[in-house]
């Protein structure tokens, strides 16, 4: 009898090529050009060897499997340690080509951090994370620190952050001195400096905008690591239990770089350096300064040209670093070129405080006034035979819409400071059809926003209201009233809100928890110093984010750190999950506050994520339903192929 056994695979094969052919010939078209390359360049050889020692040459190479682009890797590119002159790069055939421009350090481990700079010529797909070192003596260093740098006020990664590695250890040497080692971060902030030799080092990140590898005060963000860093490293030893020799086991293991991840918060220095930024004349009766630093009690201003006495009043903003001033004196008002000495502190080389002195011109020019006064002589003919001109009056600007919510205020401003007010002509009443029931409500002048005046009732729900203003019930200090105001509104039903519940624990400072939208604009916070439940209530169906600042200096607000006095930005956590807030539902978050140095920014939509997995598991689903169909169609012609050729 026959052996057909060691036949198999070639009868495999033939009865395969068979089907190829009949399928051809079944079925004539254009090539399709096979499948997408979807692989990265394979590096295949290196001058020198990885590790190399003792290497004296001025370039290395790579040499890979297919043609290469280089566009990205004079731009990614970290040599560390760092080099005075850019290396070139060049390529020949299929192989790159890093020339250094200067000589090399003797008995130096170099790093060469590619990240994901290299990518194939037709399909760019990217070879990820690619480094390469060697040694120009004969040790080869493999020592390391690696961490991640985020952004301190929203915990953002830092990308792109340079990291500085000095051994000198003094305090200016990351303003005055090239680093010994750098590496940057990815997109997560993630950073590693790796062939660092044994030593005592001082860890930086900044954003190195003017590309020196040195720290610019004031001008440039920073990170620094409190603690001087001693790079080590030891072996642990792993036993393998299932592996086992007839009197031995398999001793494993794995080597465990000192210290554990660095994670570092960047920020600005808040260094004083005062200056008047800019300043104009919007109209003939306001002028505004914007300062580089807070003026509070400091600034001062003088008509340089005209002898006046209480002409102006000013108007700073929350941060009382801009400024509004109203020219309450309409003659001056009514002058187009006025020069001012506006005086605020400043600090000089020794850094005392001094007064100092700005002559500003501040010009007023009427836009086509000729043709304004032609057009006003016009109309002033035409209403002399209808009659006088109404008297001028200002128009409140508000906030209340048709629609009002159960904790809202009514807010009303003027366009101009007010000289009085008359607060017994606003008028609140219950609307019942016809029938105007008049209601108490707390009348306020708004502590945040000038010229602005609040109106607090409690609202009941689902409830008609009627808001009114007299006419002349305020008077502007340029003896201009206001028009009559009415605003007609409706409440909000009460189970259209939802809740945030946060349960805060193991709270030991000052902390504010704020109620932020998808943006991370501030809605709402509150301040607490104990463990207790914070509720954020009256809430509009939305998507919510939760964030606290940690403020150690109790002044309600995050504030950054000092290398100049080695202190960190306050702390900064947000609750890693978006929160999503249903009518009528309450949305309870246990929060415990204790501070975690290596936390982590990565909030998750879960109801997106979802949305997102169902998504790819249809893409998936539909996918391999048009294989299968492709495989379907691919029998059925290579069989009617087959039938037509007999």
Known sequence: MMNISGKIPFLFVAALAWVVIISSCANQGMPTGGPRDSLPPV???????????????????????????????????????????????LTKSKTLIIKFNEDLLDSTTYSLDFKNSIADNNERNELENMRFSFSTGDVYDSLRVAGRVATGFNME???????????????????????????????????????????????????????????????EEIAFYDSIVVPSAVFEEETDTVIRG?????????????????????????????????????????CT??????????????????????????????????????????????????????????????????????????????????????????????????GPAPVPQFIWATTVGSVVDLNQELKFTSPEPLKNINTEKFRLYHTDDTLKTPLEYTFSKDTLAWRTYNILYPWEPETNYTFEIDSAAAENIYGI??????????????????????????????????????????????????????????????????????????????????YQDKYQPEKVFYWNNIIKVRSNWDNTIPWDLTPDPTYVKKIIDEELEEQKRKAAEEKAKREEENENRQQNNLLQDAGSGGIMRR
């Open 43 to 89: 590096l295949l050889n290196t001058q020198p060897q990885y590790k190399a020692l003792n290497y004296k040459n001025d370039e290395v190479r790579f040499t890979f499997n297919e043609y290469i682009i280089t566009d990205k890797i004079l731009e990614m590119l970290v040599v560390s340690p760092p080099l005075e002159k850019r290396p070139s790069i």
């Open 157 to 219: 990664p830092a990308e792109n952050a340079l990291v500085l590695l000095h051994n000198n250890l003094h305090d200016s040497a990351v303003y005055t001195e090239r680093p010994d080692f750098i590496a940057k971060t990815d997109e997560t902030g993630i950073f590693m400096i790796d062939n660092i030799p044994p030593g005592k080092y001082h860890l930086f990140a900044i954003n190195d905008a003017n590309s020196d590898l040195k720290y610019n005060e004031g001008a």
């Open 246 to 286: 007839v009197d031995s086991l398999l001793i494993t293991g794995h080597t465990h770089f000192l210290p554990e991840p660095v994670y570092l918060r960047q920020f600005t220095e808040d260094i004083y350096e005062q200056y008047l930024d800019s300043y104009s004349r919007g109209t003939r009766y306001m």
């Open 289 to 386: 300064f914007v300062f580089n630093e807070p003026v509070d009690d400091t600034f001062s201003i003088r008509l340089i040209n005209t002898n006046a006495n209480d002409w102006y009043l000013l108007e700073p903003n929350q941060e009382v670093d801009s400024i509004n001033m109203w020219i309450t004196d309409t003659v001056i008002a009514n002058i187009d070129s006025l020069v001012m000495e506006v005086s605020y502190f400043q600090l000089d080389s020794a850094q005392q405080l001094y007064v100092h002195h700005d002559t500003l011109p501040m010009t007023f020019t009427e836009k086509k006034a000729e043709e304004s006064r032609s057009r006003r002589r016009g109309r002033a003919a035409e209403e002399e035979e209808k």
């Open 481 to 562: 009233t206001n028009r009559e105001l009415q605003e007609k509104f409706t409440t909000r039903e009460e189970d259209f809100y939802g809740r945030i519940l946060v349960n805060c624990t193991q709270v030991s400072v000052p902390t504010i928890v704020q109620l932020l939208d998808n943006k991370e604009e501030v809605i709402l916070q509150k301040k607490i110093d104990t463990d207790q439940t914070v509720v954020f209530d009256y809430l509009a169906p939305a998507k919510y984010i939760l964030k606290v600042i940690f403020d150690r200096n109790n002044n309600n607000r995050w504030d950054p750190g000092s």
